[in-house]
């Protein structure tokens, strides 16, 4: 794309006040690998931005990607007082059905999120009146594979 830049390079440092988690990305990782990631932060520092995108009506940056991230600064006072409570953004600017396809598309291959979540993204879907064939399309997935992802998630 002529023109395009990607938003990456424009990463800023948003206190973690004006953050919050999106209402269909809130699953737990296991205490152990919030530990892992934790102790990755406390050794290597955020090395990836969160990927939010910008509420002009509440002034709130809602998390498209990044939910364990955020989460370590808010649970952990050491990160928390090293950042001094801010966390490195960048912001994509999307309608609704558009961010609920990036937190598909950034978390599909994260361990255990895509079978473990994938009731609660169908569930989503349903709410906003998107099709199968729009999520299958996110998904890059022929119509067989989405049969198995429904049948996986419960679904029917």
């Given at each position: 794309?002529?023109?395009y830049?990607s938003?990456v390079y ?8 004006q ?8 699953n737990?990782?296991a205490?152990?690998?919030m530990?892992?990631?934790h102790?990755?932060i ?18 709130i ?6 939910y364990?991230?955020?989460r ?10 090293r950042e ?11 309608p ?5 396809a990036?937190?598909i ?5 994260q ?5 473990k979540n994938?009731?609660q ?6 709410e906003l009146?998107?099709s199968?064939?729009w999520l299958a399309?996110?998904l890059?997935?022929d119509q ?5 992802l429904r ?6």
């Amino acid at each position: 794309m002529k023109g395009y830049i990607s938003p990456v390079y424009g990463t800023k440092a948003i206190h973690v006040s004006q953050i919050r988690p999106s209402s269909y990305r809130q699953n737990d990782f296991a205490p152990l690998e919030m530990e892992l990631l934790h102790e990755s932060i406390k050794s290597d520092g955020y090395t990836l931005p969160i990927v939010c995108y910008y509420d002009k009506d509440e002034e709130i940056y809602i998390i498209v990607d990044g939910y364990y991230r955020y989460r370590v600064i808010v649970e952990y006072a050491d990160i928390y007082e090293r950042e001094k409570g801010f966390l490195p953004v960048v912001v994509i600017s999307k309608p609704c059905a558009g961010r609920l396809a990036s937190t598909i598309r950034h978390s599909w291959t994260q361990i255990g999120y895509g079978k473990k979540n994938i009731g609660q993204i169908f569930n989503r879907i349903h709410e906003l009146n998107l099709s199968d064939r729009w999520l299958a399309d996110q998904l890059c997935m022929d119509q067989n594979e989405f049969d198995r992802l429904r049948k996986m998630s419960g679904d029917h």
